[in-house]
């Protein structure tokens, strides 16, 4: 976590990326899975299904910059190709210090619900977010919209580790998501004994969202999760060696986690799983 901390500046200061900086395009992309891991098969978050977002929504949004005469200035030869009257632009995907949540919030694709996540209406929170920041100036702007969180407070109640220790307030040392994915040092006993067969991420706060009622399966064919994936039992997960991790996981986000992290997760699976 320590990179969030190095780059507050540029968190909150869009312009310190790229100077130019006139406006910011957001979107989302759905990665709801159609067919999800049966409850009583080890669990991964839904957006580990398939193939890196960060691969799969960057190349669209490089798509969309292109058609928008956007070229990213850190590839000379898109300057080269984009002519004068092009603008200047950087693509971001969870790969730049940019407040992704909080511009799609600014935009007014959804609130930011008590979980921390982008709720959109009607549609829920299972959805990446990529920004285009771009010196292009557009002579309209979108606007936030309400919070319909209301006196909901089932993310509060659903969190196994009390990592949402107040509404809007995560703490990410506490998050099974982050204790799975990112941290490289054993997991505290106290948090794994909460794990229960969640071995990569957590999305109970996501899950039990009343919002995610109107989530609807993603269309995206790379977020499709493979067969030997939705059919791996608890005594595969057991013996996984590194070359079937890297066989199930090419091109995978869980690529993040590296195989010790995942066999650390896997050996802290309860016995009767
Ligand atoms: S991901 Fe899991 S552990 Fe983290 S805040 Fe949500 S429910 Fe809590
Ligand atoms: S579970 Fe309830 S309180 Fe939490 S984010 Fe969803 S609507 Fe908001």
Known sequence: MAYMAGNVEKRLNPSLLLPSARSVIVVAMNYYPEKRLRDDQVQFAYYAYGKDYHDVVRS?????????????????????????????????????PVLERYWAWR???GWIGKNSSLIIPHAGSYFF???????????????????????????????????????????????????????????????????????????????????????????????????????????KWRCLSEEDYRRLFSGSAVKRAKYTGLRRNIDLLPEEQ
């Open 60 to 96: 669209r949004l490089m798509k969309l910059a292109a058609s928008l005469s956007i070229y990213d200035i850190r590839h000379r030869e898109g300057a080269a190709c984009a002519g004068s009257s092009a603008y200047e632009g950087l693509v971001c995907c969870d790969t730049v």
């Open 129 to 235: 977010l990529g920004v285009i920041l771009t010196s292009l100036e557009f002579t309209e702007y979108d606007v936030p919209i309400s919070n319909y969180c209301g006196n909901c407070e089932n993310c509060l109640k659903a969190c196994p580790t009390g990592a949402l220790c107040a509404p809007y307030s995560l703490d990410a040392s506490k998050c099974l998501s982050y204790l799975t994915i990112e941290n490289r040092g054993p997991i505290p006993p106290a948090y794994a004994a909460k794990m229960g067969n969640m071995v990569y991420g957590c999305d109970q706060c996501q899950r039990c969202c009343p919002h995610n009622r109107f989530a609807t399966p993603t269309e995206v064919e790379e977020f499709t999760p493979s067969e030997e994936f939705m059919t791996m039992t608890a005594e």
């Open 107 to 109: 935009s007014g694709i």
